[in-house]
Structures are given as C-alpha cells and as structure tokens.
C-alpha cells in the first residue's frame, strides 16, 4: 500500500488472520475493502481514484459505481482541507471545464487549483497546474489576493520545487524565443535554457526534445547539460523514440526533412517527409498545422492515402487545416495557392463556395504582415483579362489596386526579389509607380533592383530583357552593361529549363545568326526555340516562334522537335493553340499561314475544322483587345458586306477595321485598309477625330512611311493636277506621290501603270532607279510595268495584264516599237501589243477598235490565235462588244474600211448592208444619241 502523508490517519488493513486473503487483492480492491470497512476516511477515496486510469470506473463493494472525478469529490466532501484532492481533481477536468462539487459548488479547472494553492501554499504541481489554464498573457487571482501571470505561476513551482522539469518545460513554452526570464534564485534562463533544464530533470520527457528541436534554426545545433551535442532533427527523433505517440514531434521532423527526402528514426523505421504529416495525423487529427504541412509538401493535383486509408487532395488537406482553426491565415493562403485564378472551393467553415481572391483576402485579414499574400491577390488582378477591373476592396474595406497591393508587399519585405520582379511584369513600358518614400521606379529599375536583391533570379534578367530594343543595354548596379541578348543568355546560364529565355534570345536573332552561349554552345534562332519546346513543351510561344521561322524558309519546309516530331509551319501554329487555347496570336497567324497556303479550313489537334475566319473569330474570343484578331477578319470580308463577331453580333468590315484602330491607334496597314473600303467622299470618326479617305491614307503613311501602298493610293485618290500635304508638311503633287511609292520599292508595277496613267502620252518621269536618277518616257513606264506583270509571283490579274498592254500601244506612234523582254528580243508595236490585249481580255471593244484604226487599209493584223483579220473583221469583232453610245464610232471605222460596193452581215443580224448602209445607220445612231441627250 502507498503511504498517507504525514500526520493523516493510516487506511483500515485486514486482521492479521487474514494475510493469505491480502496476498491476492490487488491495491484497488484493498482500496475499496477500506472504504466498505470505513467510508469516511477520504485519503482512501483520494488513493483508489489515483489507481484509476483517466475517464476510468470502479465499482465499490456495496454495488455503487463511481468515476475517477467522482472519487475525488467524495474525498473532498469528506474532507475540504486537503489541498491534494483538490489538484488531482482538476487534473480530471477538461480545459476550459466545469464541475459541480457534491456540496453543490461549480468549480472550474483553474478553480480547483486555486484553492489547491491555498490550502497548501508551497505545492509546486498546483501553481505548474494553474500556469497551463491560462492563456498566453492571462492572468489570475489567488484567494489570497495575489495576481498571478502564466508565467508568474510557472517561477514560483520553480521556486517551490527546482526538480519540476514540467515547470521548467511550461514556462520555456510562455516566453518568446529570444526572451530570457529571471528566477527567484537570480538566475536568468533562455528559451533553450528552461528545455535544457527540463531534460536534465527528466532525461524521459519527449515534449522537451520536441520543443528544444523547435526552438533551433535549421541546421542549428544545442549542447545539453550532460554535454552531448544534438541538431534539430536528432532533438525530433529522440522526442519521438521517447514518445511514439507524440504527434508534435512527427510533425517538426517533418518540417525539418527535405521536400523529397526521408530520415531514419530510431527504431530502424524510415520515413518520407510526407509519411511523417501522416503519422502526426493519424495520432492527433485536431491539428490544423499537420494537415496544412502535408498538402504543402504534395504536388498540384497530387493524391494522397492518410494511415487511415482515406484519400485526399492537396485542397482538401487545407480545406481541413481552415476547419480545424480558422483563426490561422495558413491554410487560406495555401489553399488560394492551388487555385486557378477563377476557380471556387467550398469551405465548410464559411458555408459555401469560396473565390480564390476572397481565401487571400482572408489571409491577409488575419495577418497584415503577409507580404506574399499581398503579393499574390495583386498576381491574380494582373492574370485578368485586360478589361476587368485591376483593383479589389479587403475586408477591411480598403481598396486596393494592383500596383499597391505589389508596393504594399515590398513595404512588408522590402528584400523580396520576388515581388519588385512580379510588379515590373505588371505594369506596361513607360508606366511608373511611385514608393511611400516618394522614389520613382519604372518597369526597368524594378527589374534592375529584383537583379541586385538575388542576381541568381533567372526570371528576372529574362524579364529585363522585354524593356529593351533588339540592340538595346542596360548597365546595372554592379557595372556591368549587358546587351539584351547577354541578358538571355545570362537567364539561361541562371536556369537552363528558362523556356522563355530561350525563346527571347531566338527572338533578338536575325534568321541565319547565331549566340554563344556561356558553356561554348553556338545555337542558331531555330535552335533556341527547340530548347524552349524542350524546357517547356506546354507554352504556345515558341511553337508559335518556330513555326514563323519556317513559314519563312518556304513551301514544304519543317522543323525536327527533340521529341522526334517533324512539323511544317501550319502543324507548329495548330500545336501552339492546342497547348493554349487562349493565346490569341496563334489563332491570327495559323489563319495567315492557312490562307497563305491556298486553304479555307484548317483541322485542329482535337478533330475540329475550323474556317479561317473561325480562327480570327477565336483570336477575339481568346482576347478582345487584341487588334489583329479584328484587323485579320476584316480582310477576309468584302467591302459592304455584314459579318457576324462574338456571340453572333452583327459587324461589317469598316466597324472590324474601325475597332482595330480604336484598340491600335498607330496601326498603320488599318488606316489603309479602311480607306480603301471606304467610299469616294465617305468619312469616319475615331476617337472624336473625323477621317476621310484620304486623311487614312496620310495617317497610314505617317504611321509607316516606308509602306509604298499607301502612297500610293493616296496618290490615286488624288485629283489630276491636285496636291496633298502629308502629316510632316511635305506637299506633293500626284505623280510625286507615285514617285515616293517606288522609291521604297521599286518592283510594283501597279505603281508604274498608276504614274503613267496620270501623266501626258508624252511626259517623262525622273526616278530614282538603279542606283541612280533614271528619266523614264511614259512607254516606258508601261512597259517596265509589263515585264513585272509578267514576272509576277502570284501571277497578275489578265485584266490588268491587258490593261498594260493596251495602255503601251494606246501611246505608240504610227511605226514606233518597244522592246520587251518578256516577249523577246524583238521591237514590238502598236498591233502587236494590242493583239496581246485581246488575246488576255476579249471582250474589250476598244481594244478591237484601236486594233482596227492601227492596222492598214487593205492590210491584215495576226491574232494570238493565229487568226489573219482585216481591219473590217476587228470592227465587227469591237461592234460584238461595244455598248450603244459607242457604236456610231465603230460603224464609222467600219465605214472607213469598206471599198465601194462592199457589204458586210452587222453582228446585230438581218441583210448585209453595204458601206453607205452603215454610214446611214451610224448617222440615225447619232442622231438618236444627241435627241437621248438633250432630252
């Protein structure tokens, strides 16, 4: 039997007789045959209840059952002076509990200690009792007046007994790490100090090693008082081969294991980091940290087994975490962090579906501090569309844009590389943001400070690089000045999976130029954009990049893909929009490549064909700011026709080109085409401005003056003998015009034809050709014209082709020729060029007419076909074709032609008619022609 204190009556013992009987009665059934011999004695009450396991039962000899708690409150109604009762009663009670003494009195936990206090001042458990009922920075008062802190209650167990290492443990688990705390000894002890001395006390207490682990930094080191030296993770594993149910200690070690790491623990078992979360759970599922700490360390989208066989995700791991303690901003945080930008969970502790920016908004609520939650909630204002507002109110009501939410971040951590590179990539070329200290940063200097905080950040010399012309330098902090190219390659250097750098620095490369890079490697622009594929092969930018190139090299060109692909240009724009079908650019250039290629479908990865205006249709889907996707559709629609847009809404081309220009209004080939579709005097108004057809066409030159279309046009809508002043203030005359058009390319001969046309059959033009001034006659600007009709790759129109010809006979004198290359070596003249006319148009009647007038009386001219036709057989051939107003002219030449006594069968039918015939004819022709007039 266990010992009374001192001075207390000793329990009732059976006679002597009954030895034997004793020998077999184990000390519960001796406590309970004490108390049937003698119910009052409460120190029997007191020791069977200590026999007791927690929550445990007995069953005296008289049939009465009673709990543990039970025999405690009896002891006490014995005897309400005996300070032990009433600790080990409040051992029984739950925190924050409440129990009703047999008098009728509600005590709590603290309560119960308290009088325990004062019934025996000096016990040191009941003041380490009462210390671990309060909260932090809660106080209490004694009954004897005496208020006591947590951590006030702690010193004083210290005082009363320096062996309680518990005390010692509690009160290390009251002071901050850095704080220091003195005893009533003098002595003054650290954090570490107090679990230190909790574990020489009690060398068995597993909660000392786990929390002295805890207090270490990583990789950190601590001597014990009997010397021996132990890390972190040697703390954790000695908590835990003392403790195996000590669910804190599975959980730190964990946190101190490497992300794809294990450790070996003292019993032989080895252990990944996430199987550590997993135990910790398993032994104490209330703890919303273990939980947080095992779907931090899985993978997006990541699937795991808990020891009990339930499979969860990542986000129901932090969804748990929330639930558990919604108090903590972790698991909203993290939550948020496994979101799509628009994506909702439901939190059972709000009730109901959760946004992504609500989670972060939380977090920061809950810690203000966070930089990284300011951080995100501004990367997911930046993520959406252009169009949706870029600013968000918190909960505490405080509006916030973006760029604030980025600047408030760098005001929490202003060493945060991070945030100064994602608020650079937020804010456009030319914006500046303005720090509470009142300094200036542009896109530039926030790259330039996110390089000099961690200049092994390969994202950010990548991102400086967007901030440069091709060409372009920038020198930084250290000295250093770095070309943009350097900047990519030193990106590389950094991160040789940087998909984007690689793809970069293949786009500040010329086709045909190579880099070197920093291990030697000589790479050409194709190649770097196969190493972007081959870092990242779900980013639509360098199969898009890739395919442009190959576009370039021409029909039937490929590129070889590390992953044993072979793809044209057309399958690379189809691979980009199927890896990413919002990137809106690849939709406007496989459309481009398609209809570059003869093609007005095009099949897609998944099975789907899709007309190439579909494609821009898509382009605008995927984002409607950007201007090509309308500036591409509306080349594919006639001028005056409808079309549909979004959602089936009604447009036409000129709105199409009209809202390209509203979103770019420095696009140039826009102002040109709107022009060309507008009608002769019609007008249009952007951005308040009103824009006839030829201000587009000033604004398209400005815009881009080495576009040789828009002067062009310009000068074709210009009246003969007019002039034009551009936007810069030169004035130029309408063949001026023209002469501008050739000198950016002196290949068009739409130009040629359009500044002979505009010129006397005898004029002559000064261009500056072939290296030199060269003074062309209007022949000959026709027939220079002509020769790059001929040679034209697509082939040119034969109506215009005739026109050509025609044209350069038109200005022929009787017996004059020109040579043509395209014809050969031969002079050519007027019925020849003719002949050509007709053989590429017939149907035109003057050019029968013309042909006619140019072949001599009695004389025979050869057609294309090989037909001999005399001059009468041409103007037979013109009266087929010739509208009404115009036949008396003809009629008249076919006059001319006839000898006396000729007759000839008129294409209008009836008798032959002879040549008087057909001069009456032509006379009442005209006289019909002149009363339709004057009527």
């Given at each position: 039997?266990?010992r009374?204190?001192?001075g207390?009556?000793?329990?009732?013992?059976?006679?002597s007789?009954?030895?034997e009987l004793?020998?077999?009665?184990s000390?519960?059934?001796?406590y309970?045959?004490?108390?049937?011999?003698?119910?009052?004695?409460w120190?029997?009450?007191?020791?069977?209840a200590?026999?007791?396991?927690d929550?445990?039962?007995?069953?005296?000899e008289?049939?009465?059952?009673?709990?543990?708690?039970?025999?405690?409150?009896?002891?006490?109604?014995?005897?309400?002076?005996?300070?032990?009762?009433?600790?080990?009663?409040?051992?029984?009670?739950?925190?924050?509990?409440?129990?009703?003494l047999?008098?009728?009195?509600a005590?709590?936990?603290?309560?119960?200690?308290?009088r325990?206090?004062?019934?025996?001042?000096?016990?040191?458990?009941?003041y380490?009792?009462?210390?671990?009922?309060?909260?932090h920075?809660?106080?209490?008062?004694?009954?004897?007046?005496?208020?006591?802190?947590?951590?006030a209650?702690?010193?004083?167990?210290?005082?009363?007994?320096?062996?309680?290492?518990?005390?010692?443990?509690?009160?290390g688990?009251?002071?901050?790490?850095?704080?220091?705390?003195?005893?009533?000894?003098g002595?003054?002890?650290?954090?570490?100090?107090?679990?230190?001395?909790?574990?020489?006390?009690?060398?068995s207490?597993?909660?000392?090693?786990?929390?002295?682990?805890?207090?270490?930094?990583y990789?950190?080191?601590?001597?014990?008082?009997?010397?021996?030296?132990?890390s972190?993770?040697?703390?954790?594993?000695?908590?835990?081969?003392?403790?195996?149910?000590?669910?804190n200690?599975?959980?730190?070690?964990?946190?101190?294991?490497a992300?794809?790491g294990?450790?070996?623990?003292?019993?032989?078992?080895?252990?990944?980091?996430?199987?550590?979360?997993?135990?910790?759970?398993?032994?104490?599922?209330?703890k919303?940290?273990?939980?947080?700490?095992?779907?931090?360390?899985?993978a997006?989208?990541?699937?795991?087994?808990?020891e009990?066989g339930e499979?969860?995700?990542?986000?129901?791991?932090?969804v748990?975490?929330?639930?558990?303690?919604?108090?903590?901003?972790?698991?909203?945080?993290?939550?948020?962090?496994?979101?799509?930008?628009?994506?909702?969970?439901?939190?059972?502790s709000e009730?109901?579906?959760?946004w992504?920016?609500?989670?972060l908004?939380?977090?920061?609520?809950l810690?203000?501090?966070n930089?990284?939650?300011y951080?995100?909630?501004?990367?997911?204002?930046?993520?959406?569309?252009p169009?949706?507002?870029?600013?968000?109110?918190l909960?505490?009501?405080?509006?916030?844009?973006?760029?604030?939410?980025?600047?408030?971040?760098?005001?929490?951590?202003?060493?945060?590389?991070?945030?100064?590179?994602?608020?650079?990539a937020?804010?456009?070329?030319?914006?500046?943001?303005?720090?509470?200290?009142?300094?200036?940063?542009?896109?530039?200097?926030?790259?330039?400070?996110s390089?000099?905080?961690?200049?092994?950040?390969?994202?950010a010399?990548n991102?400086?690089?967007?901030?440069?012309?091709?060409?372009?330098?920038?020198?930084?902090?250290s000295g250093?000045v770095?070309?943009k190219?350097?900047?990519?390659?030193?990106a590389?250097?950094?991160?040789?999976?940087?998909?984007?750098?690689?793809?970069?620095?293949?786009?500040?490369?010329?086709?045909?130029?190579?880099?070197?890079?920093?291990?030697g490697?000589?790479l050409?622009?194709?190649?770097l954009y196969?190493?972007?594929?081959?870092?990242?092969?779900?980013?639509?930018?360098?199969?898009?990049n890739?395919?442009?190139?190959?576009?370039?090299?021409?029909?039937?060109?490929?590129?070889?893909?590390?992953?044993?692909?072979?793809?044209?240009?057309?399958?690379?724009?189809?691979?980009?929009?199927?890896?990413?079908?919002t990137?809106?650019?690849?939709?406007?250039?496989?459309?481009s490549?398609?209809?570059?290629?003869?093609?007005?479908?095009?099949?897609?990865?998944?099975?789907?064909?899709?007309?190439?205006p579909?494609?821009?249709?898509?382009?605008?889907?995927?984002d409607?700011?950007n201007c090509?996707?309308?500036y591409h559709?509306?080349n594919?629609?006639?001028?005056?026709?409808?079309t549909?847009?979004?959602?089936?809404?009604?447009?036409t081309?000129?709105?199409?080109?009209?809202?390209?220009?509203l979103?770019?209004p420095?696009?140039?080939?826009?102002h040109?085409?709107?022009?060309?579709?507008?009608?002769?005097?019609?007008?249009?108004?952007l951005?308040?401005e009103?824009?006839?057809?030829e201000?587009l066409?000033?604004?398209?030159?400005?815009l881009s003056?080495?576009?040789?279309?828009?002067?062009?046009?310009?000068?074709?809508s210009?009246?003969?003998?007019?002039?034009?002043?551009?936007?810069?203030?030169?004035?130029?005359?309408?063949?001026?015009?023209?002469?501008?058009a050739l000198?950016?390319?002196?290949?068009?001969?739409?130009?040629?034809?359009?500044l002979?046309?505009?010129?006397?059959?005898?004029?002559?033009?000064?261009?500056?050709?072939?290296g030199?001034?060269?003074?062309l006659?209007?022949?000959?600007?026709?027939?220079r014209?002509?020769?790059?009709?001929?040679?034209?790759?697509?082939?040119?129109?034969?109506?215009?082709?005739?026109?050509?010809?025609?044209?350069l006979?038109?200005c022929?004198a009787?017996?004059?020729?020109?040579v043509?290359?395209?014809?050969?070596p031969?002079?050519?003249?007027?019925?020849?060029?003719?002949?050509?006319?007709?053989?590429?148009d017939?149907?035109?009647?003057?050019?029968?007419?013309?042909?006619?007038?140019?072949?001599?009386m009695g004389?025979r001219?050869s057609l294309?076909?090989?037909r001999?036709?005399?001059?009468?057989?041409?103007?037979?051939?013109?009266?087929?074709?010739?509208?009404?107003?115009?036949?008396?002219?003809?009629r008249?030449?076919?006059?001319?032609?006839?000898?006396e006594?000729?007759?000839?069968a008129?294409?209008?039918?009836?008798?032959?008619v002879t040549?008087?015939?057909?001069?009456?004819?032509?006379?009442?022709?005209?006289k019909e022609?002149?009363?339709?007039?004057?009527?």
């Open positions: 039997m266990g009374c204190p001192p207390l009556q000793t329990s009732w013992l059976p006679p007789d009954d030895e004793v020998a077999y009665l000390k519960e059934e001796l309970k045959r004490s108390i049937s011999h003698d119910p009052s004695n120190n029997t009450y007191n020791n069977l200590n026999c007791l396991p929550g445990g039962t007995t069953t005296l008289d049939g009465q059952v009673m709990t543990k708690e039970d025999l405690y409150k009896k002891s006490i109604s014995l005897d309400g002076s005996k300070y032990y009762a009433f600790y080990n009663l409040a051992n029984c009670v739950p925190y924050g509990g409440v129990t009703t047999l008098d009728g009195s005590m709590t936990k603290a309560d119960l200690y308290v325990s206090i004062a019934l025996n001042g000096a016990y040191s458990n009941a380490n009792g009462l210390g671990n009922c309060l909260d920075h809660a106080s209490v008062a004694l009954e004897d007046g005496t208020v006591c802190s947590k951590q209650l702690y010193v004083k167990a210290i005082a009363l007994d320096p062996g309680n290492s518990y005390a010692y443990y509690n009160l688990s009251c002071i901050a790490d850095a704080a220091a705390v003195t005893l009533e000894d002595r003054i002890l650290t954090k570490q100090d107090l679990y230190k001395r909790s574990i020489d006390l009690n060398p207490y597993s909660n000392a090693y786990n929390s002295l682990g805890y207090c270490l930094a990789h950190g080191e601590t001597v014990l008082e009997d010397g021996g030296c132990y972190k993770e040697q703390l954790f594993l000695l908590a835990i081969h003392l403790d195996s149910g000590n669910s200690a599975y959980n730190n070690l964990g946190n101190c294991t992300d794809n294990s450790v070996t623990l003292m019993n032989g078992d080895v252990m990944t980091k996430a199987a550590l979360y997993k135990r910790s759970i398993a032994l104490n599922a209330g919303w940290y273990s939980y947080n700490n095992l779907g931090y360390c899985l997006d989208g990541e699937v795991t087994m808990l009990g499979m969860v995700t990542k986000e129901d791991l932090f748990r975490s929330i639930a558990l303690d919604p108090s903590k901003w972790h698991g909203y945080f993290n939550l948020a962090r496994c979101m799509a930008p628009d994506a909702q969970v439901h939190v059972p009730g109901r579906a959760v992504k920016e609500e989670l908004k939380r977090c920061i609520s810690d203000p501090q930089g990284h939650a951080q995100d909630l501004a990367n997911l204002l930046s993520a959406r569309a169009l949706r507002p870029a600013a968000t109110v909960e505490n009501g405080a509006e916030m844009t973006k760029e604030e939410l980025f600047v408030q971040a760098i005001e929490i951590d202003p060493q945060n590389a991070l945030a100064y590179h994602d608020l650079a937020a804010i456009p070329l030319g914006q500046t943001v303005v720090f509470p200290d009142g300094t200036v940063h542009t896109k530039e200097s926030l790259l330039v400070r390089i000099s905080l961690n200049p092994r950040f390969s994202n010399w991102c400086l690089t967007y901030c440069l012309p091709n060409g372009g330098s920038v020198a930084l902090p250093e770095l070309t190219k350097e900047l990519c390659v030193r590389v250097r950094l991160d040789a999976e940087n998909w984007d750098a690689y793809n970069n620095l293949g786009n500040c490369l010329e086709p045909g130029e190579t880099v070197a890079m920093e291990d490697t000589v050409t622009k194709e190649a196969l190493r972007s594929i081959a870092a990242e092969a779900r980013r639509p930018y360098a199969y898009h890739l395919g442009m190139l190959v576009l370039a090299k021409g029909a039937g060109a490929t590129a070889a893909l590390d992953d044993g692909r072979v793809m044209t240009a057309l399958e690379l724009m189809i691979e980009a929009v199927h890896v990413d079908p990137y809106s650019t690849a939709y406007i250039t496989l459309g490549c398609a209809a570059g290629s003869g093609a007005a479908r095009v099949t897609l990865r998944s099975g789907e064909d899709v007309a190439v579909d494609l821009y249709r898509r382009a605008i889907a995927a409607p700011s090509d996707g309308y559709l509306a594919t629609v006639p001028s005056g026709v409808g549909t847009i979004l959602d089936g809404e009604e447009t081309v000129e709105a199409l080109y009209t809202t390209c220009l979103l770019n420095q696009h140039a080939d826009a040109y085409n709107l022009a060309y579709c507008l009608p002769q005097g019609a007008a249009v108004t951005r308040g009103r824009f006839t057809k201000d066409y000033r604004r398209s030159v400005a003056p080495d576009r040789w279309y828009a002067y062009n046009n310009l000068a074709y210009v009246a003969s003998g007019g002039t034009v002043a551009l936007e810069s203030g030169e004035v130029f005359t309408q063949q001026g015009l023209y002469i501008e000198k950016r390319d002196a290949t068009q001969y739409i130009v040629y034809k359009n002979a046309d505009s010129m006397d059959s005898d004029g002559s033009a000064s261009l500056p050709l072939e030199g001034c060269v003074v006659t209007v022949p000959e600007l026709y027939a014209a002509i020769e790059l009709s001929e040679a034209a790759t697509p082939a040119v129109a034969d109506s215009l082709r005739a026109d050509l010809y025609y044209n006979g038109s022929l009787d017996g004059e020729t020109v043509l290359s395209c014809v050969g031969e002079g050519v003249g007027r019925c020849a060029l003719y002949a050509r006319a007709i053989h590429l017939a149907t035109r009647w003057y050019t029968y007419h013309n042909l006619a007038l140019a072949t001599p004389g001219t294309r076909d090989g001999a036709v005399s001059r009468a057989d041409l103007c037979m051939l013109a009266l087929e074709h010739a509208p009404p107003s115009a036949a008396p002219s003809v008249k030449t076919l006059a001319d032609s006839m000898r006594g000729d007759v000839v008129l294409p209008s039918g009836g008798a032959p040549r008087e015939g057909i001069l009456d004819t032509r006379r009442a022709l005209m022609a002149t009363a339709l007039t004057i009527r």
